[in-house]
């Protein structure tokens, strides 16, 4: 099971290189398989250039706009059928742990022998996407189980086999993205399977990077809401989460035999309504 990691970072070199790239390398993930999509007008492009090159790490350039448009670019620049692992670059650990209750939580010294074992899974399901346990508390970890259905895949690392035009990469809001990749792969592919035995250890929401711009409640709230129109019984707000963000929550489902590519969301006919 080959693949390829595939990074997009703004404005964070130290974060990348401190971080993601650290981590990479230290955990058996060969660099010349490690991609850094970077934009053209990133006043830290030279320092990005120059160490990528010195690590052999692959920098690719682009002229996109923001996170959305990078995470397109990245689909469009590898071929399909690519395995694709998708992460931020302020990774600071992977996390597993012994066992429930009593668990001591450790960094998974493989990250490519999960990688591997992950597109390898998928596969003998006849799936596309993978993730993680959204929490890196070893209380909430599961170790050896993976789960299948309607899971939320955090951005921070997933995987996916690449399929560029396929709508399930085709993202309609700014924020909340990672909740509807995670209901159009639902939709589309019938399920995404779910590692939640590990989990990623990272800062959300810190500052700068590709989202920092412009990010605000009201914009936020907006995404949410239209997300509301599109899943309607399948996404909902969760009030109670501690949050200065609106945050919402997935509900449970389980495989289904997925729809064809001109299926649209079940609330879609209703968008027109809010945007």
Known sequence: MTYVVAIPSYQRPDALF?????????????????????????????????KLDMLGVNAVVTQAQGIGEQRTA??????????????????QGVMSTTGPRWAHAFQVPDLD?????????IKAEGLHVWGLAPVDNP????????????????????????????????GTVRYKDEQEFSLRAWWYDGAVAR???????????????????????????????????QWPGLIKRAPKRKSDWPEVALARRQRHAGNPVDALPPGAADLAEIL
Not at 74 to 91: E, Q, Y
Not at 113 to 121: E, G, P, Q
Request: one cysteine or more.
């Open 113 to 121: 022998a999960l990688f591997t074992s992950m597109f390898a899974r």
């Open 139 to 170: 209380f909430f970890l599961k170790p050896g189980q993976v789960s299948i259905g309607l899971k939320l895949v955090m951005f921070t690392m997933f995987g996916f086999v690449n399929r560029p035009g396929h709508p399930v990469h085709h």
């Open 195 to 229: 590692n939640d035995g590990v989990a990623v250890k990272t800062t959300f929401y810190s500052d700068g990077g590709c989202q920092a711009a412009g990010r605000n409640y009201d914009q936020v709230d907006e995404s949410v809401e239209s997300l509301l129109v």
């Open 74 to 91: 990245i689909t469009n620049h590898f071929a399909p059928g690519t395995n694709v692992v998708g992460m931020d670059d302020d990774i």
């Open 18 to 50: 401190e971080h993601s790239i650290a981590t990479l390398a230290s955990k058996q993930v060969p660099l010349d398989q490690v991609y850094v999509f970077l934009h053209d007008h990133d006043p830290h492009l030279p320092t990005y250039l120059d």
